[in-house]
């Protein structure tokens, strides 16, 4: 570890006789290339399951909580169904949410979302700011939404959901795009990515 710091310290001091604003620049990156040194020479630590971990740290860090080993025990078991045997209300409630919020993005207007569509907490996320967020991204990437195609329809047995999925049909079709909308044992719409 103190060779590969030194040459460091080498490289930057030729750099600094070279040209003087290049120091600046390159003595962030030896600070950068100090931490991860040592990052990876440190011993695998263990953190109360309510702390932030680095994304660099994961490989190395023990978790103490039982609930979260659980959890990670758990075997998620998914089924296909056939498009036909889906519940047509559901099929219908997906489409249908799943066709405003992305067209929205075209007409600049959408009809509100109701409680008796999404849970509540995904109506307290879906907001004009949020939706407006998603249309800049996907209008300057993917271009103006043409229409929206059910692929297939999934079931989640472990939470008794169903998974449905919608091929997206952009004026570009550079990259295929999906989207999945789940939908809870209670008939409302939990998710959608």
């Known amino acids: ?20 604003k290049k120091e600046v620049k390159t003595i962030p990156k030896i600070v950068e290339a ?7 020479t440190k011993a695998p630590k263990i953190i109360d399951s309510k702390v932030k971990v680095n994304i660099n740290d994961i490989k190395k860090v023990v978790i103490k909580s039982e ?7 758990t ?36 009809k509100k979302f109701t409680e008796f569509e999404l849970t509540g ?11 407006s967020a998603i ?5 300057e990437e993917y271009g103006k939404f043409i229409r929206l195609e059910l692929a297939e329809v999934l079931t989640n047995e472990n939470i008794l959901t169903n998974i449905y999925r919608f091929k997206i049909e952009y004026d570009r079709k550079l990259l295929k795009k999906e989207m999945r909308i789940y939908i809870n ?7 959608i990515k």
């Open 67 to 73: 609930s979260e080993l659980k959890l990670n025990d």
């Open 75 to 110: 075997i998620v078991t998914i089924t296909k169904k056939s498009i036909a045997s889906a519940p047509i209300e559901e099929k219908n409630l997906s489409y249908d949410v799943g066709f405003r919020l992305l067209n929205s993005c075209n007409t600049s207007k959408i």
């Open 135 to 139: 249309c800049v991204n996907n209008n």
């Open 1 to 20: 570890m103190k060779t590969i710091f030194l040459f460091l310290i080498l490289a930057t001091a030729s750099f600094s006789q070279i040209d003087k």
């Open 34 to 40: 100090k931490k991860t040194l040592e990052l990876k």
């Open 185 to 191: 044992n209670q008939g409302l719409v939990s998710v």
């Open 121 to 131: 907490s995904l109506l307290k996320k879906i907001r004009l700011s949020y939706i």
